[in-house]
């Protein structure tokens, strides 16, 4: 059974510094993992999928990366911004597609 | 394209009532998810469906919950005699079909049970 575990639970960092949050999986046979943000009381927002074949994935201030061997994943983010503070949740589907999900990381950006 | 959406955003129910959410996914996706989520958890899936066929339930699913998707688009979750633990974030999510396929979400159904 995949188990997904995210660390840490929380992080408090200022305005501008630059930040990896990190994802790990019990069982290495994925077929991608899914990065999503999620607001207070909000739906989740897809940020990145990144394929078992791709090491990385970017899109604008985020980096993810993947390391299926050692079964873990990075989600980089740049520059941070107040706005940038979120809930993050990394996910990994089965081949059937419904996905198992961290607890999530929560991110403080102080102004 | 309006993404996916969720009717109910809020519901409060007393104990022992039913309730009915209901998810429409992006019109041209063939999978339909739905998770659950409590309080400072990830979600946890319930159950999914390719076009109308109910493929899997999770064992959380108990005999008070069903869902249905009818004609393989809109599909509802309905949760008889609701009790307080059923309170939660109901999310539905929907795919193109492939498993390498990106996940979208709706913004959820918040239940509360009193």
């Known amino acids: ?111 | 394209d309006t993404g996916v959406s969720q009717d109910p955003r809020h519901k409060i129910t007393k104990r022992g009532q039913n309730v009915t959410f209901r998810c429409d996914p992006i019109s041209e996706h063939n999978r339909l998810y739905w998770y659950r989520q409590t309080l400072g958890q990830g979600p946890e899936f319930l159950t999914y469906f390719q076009n109308e066929a109910q493929l899997e339930k999770s064992r959380l699913l108990s005999d008070r919950f069903s869902a249905e998707r009818p004609k393989g688009s809109f599909s509802t979750l309905e949760i008889q005699r609701t009790e307080q633990g059923d309170s939660a974030m109901y999310l539905c999510a929907s795919s193109l079909g492939a498993v390498r396929e990106t996940q979208y979400f709706g913004p959820g159904t918040r239940l509360l049970v009193l």
């Open chain 1, 1 to 111: 059974k995949q188990e997904v575990t995210q660390i840490p639970a929380a992080l408090s960092v200022p305005e501008g510094e630059n930040l990896v949050l990190n994802c790990s999986f019990t069982d290495s046979a994925i077929y991608n993992l899914q990065w999503f943000r999620q607001d207070p009381g909000k739906g989740l927002t897809s940020l990145l999928l990144i394929q078992s074949s791709q090491r990385e994935q970017t899109s604008g201030r985020l980096n993810a990366s993947l390391d299926k061997s050692s079964g873990r994943s990075t989600l980089y983010i740049a520059a941070s911004q107040p706005g940038d503070s979120a809930t993050y949740l990394c996910a990994v589907p089965t081949n059937a597609g419904k996905s198992t999900f961290g607890d999530g990381t929560t991110l403080t950006v102080k102004p």
